[in-house]
């Protein structure tokens, strides 16, 4: 930027950024007159052309070292911020005495509670972070034990298994205290076809109340291996204590080579 003296119009170049906003007053090297120059004429100024026979480089530069030197004086005019000075022992002092007042109030606590707060420090749970480590650790580890106790639960607790149901979990064993009785089985030729025909009794020895899940049967051959199955749906939802009820089941066209005939329950859902 360029900037002319107001009265003998010497032209100086300067840099913009040592100009501030509120402006500044100058002393021309030239005739000494001092002015103010300030950012609000500055466009104007800029504008004005280099008086005639006067070149730019003619009328020399305006020192930036001058004005640097100026700043420099001004900052080292201002007083110096005052440091108060700090007392290493009085605060050593007082963290003393704030440290023995907490002590006394942990020791008036109750002997359980004074344990805990050992523990809790001993084992860096007065950190939030860890705390929620240890949070998920717990919450992982009773999920598990949940999960692999879960039969003992519901059995406990027979309305967990509604619960478990929810998560797609099996926790309850289908048909679990009853017991097949008296099963036998045999060939028949109905209509030019064969049949084989199970019959026998499911049987409630226990003293509660259990639902009676779907029959699967399997056939099986020789070696074990599965030919057919079926399901067979109870005529009885329910089965009282000490209670029997009987079942038949109807397998059309078996295979030949059948050996064994495996009953149990499964649940559906």
């Not at 003296?5 to 950024?17: L, R, S, W």
């Not at 050992?118 to 749970?125: C, D, P, V």
């Not at 717990?138 to 149901?165: D, S």
């Not at 109905?190 to 025909?197: A, F, S």
Request: proline fraction near 6%.
């Amino acid at each position: 930027m360029h900037i002319y003296c107001p009265k003998c119009h010497m032209g100086y170049e300067v840099d913009e950024n040592l100009i501030p906003e509120e402006g500044r007053r100058l002393r021309c090297s030239n005739c000494s007159e001092v002015f103010k120059f300030d950012r609000s004429g500055m466009s104007e100024s800029v504008s004005q052309p280099v008086l005639e026979g006067t070149s730019e480089k003619e009328s020399g530069p305006l020192l930036a070292d001058k004005l640097q030197e100026e700043n420099l004086k001004e900052q080292e005019e201002q007083p110096a911020l005052e440091v108060p000075e700090v007392d290493i022992k009085d605060i050593f002092e007082r963290l003393s005495e704030q440290s023995e007042k907490l002590f006394q109030a942990e020791q008036q606590l109750p002997w359980h509670k004074r344990f805990l707060l050992q523990l809790k420090t001993m084992l860096g749970l007065n950190r939030r972070f860890n705390m929620k480590i240890v949070g998920a650790v717990v919450a992982a580890f009773w999920v598990v034990l949940m999960y692999n106790y879960r039969y003992e639960i519901v059995r406990t607790a027979p309305f967990m298994n509604g619960i478990y149901r929810l998560f797609g979990i099996r926790a309850k064993i289908p048909g679990e205290g009853l017991e097949f009785q008296n099963v036998n089985w045999n060939f028949s030729d109905v209509n030019g076809g064969r049949n084989l025909e199970i019959k026998g009794f499911i049987n409630n020895p226990t003293k509660k109340d259990i639902d009676i899940p779907v029959v699967h049967v399997e056939l099986l051959d020789k070696d074990t291996v599965l030919l057919q199955s079926i399901n067979q749906k109870p005529t009885i939802k329910v089965l009282k204590p000490d209670g029997r009820v009987a079942i038949g089941v109807i397998i059309k066209t078996p295979s030949p080579t059948a050996k064994y005939v495996y009953l149990t329950f499964i649940d559906t859902y």
